[in-house]
């Protein structure tokens, strides 16, 4: 039986950073982990009213995590907090109450900026969103990666000082990802 991740990369665009090292740690995985993206671009805004109604955006990233043995969410901060795009997939997937997909599915945060704080407080909202809603989150190493741009080099692909950085972030997903829930 092969693990699962469900990646979640909180940028919307399409030349996005965060977008680079969550492809880089991809391949970085052992190949008996498939990761599957979660497309957040479609999904409209969480409303309540939505509960007793089949959205298929919404059907398809909750079955997609539901699924998944782990979830990677890579993400930017957006004024000192996660993106709107990524706090919308984590509410949609926590509803309808007493459905919630995240209770203790285990997840890990990698936070990027071109700011000195490397998106440090958008990862905290994010553990402490995930916290509430009962996920295992993946304690060490954290990653939030200050002044990431620095960490490309000028073809957009990942300093050699940033892989080996990241080398022990990816083993430590692939052995978190794949291990048994107790």
Known sequence: MSTTIALIIGSLRKASINRKFAEYIVSQLPDDIKVEEVIIDDL????????????????????????????LIVTPEHNRTMPAALKNVIDIGSRPHGDSVWTTKRVAVVTASPGTYGGRSSGLDVRKSMQMLSAQMMISPEVYLGHATDS??????????????LKKFTDELATFAGRISV
């Open 152 to 165: 490309l080099d000028d073809a957009g692909q990942v300093s050699e000082r940033t892989q080996k950085f």
């Open 44 to 71: 409209p805004l969480y409303n309540q009213d939505y509960d007793d109604q089949s959205i298929d955006s919404y059907d398809r990233v909750r079955q997609q995590i539901k699924t998944a043995n782990a979830v």
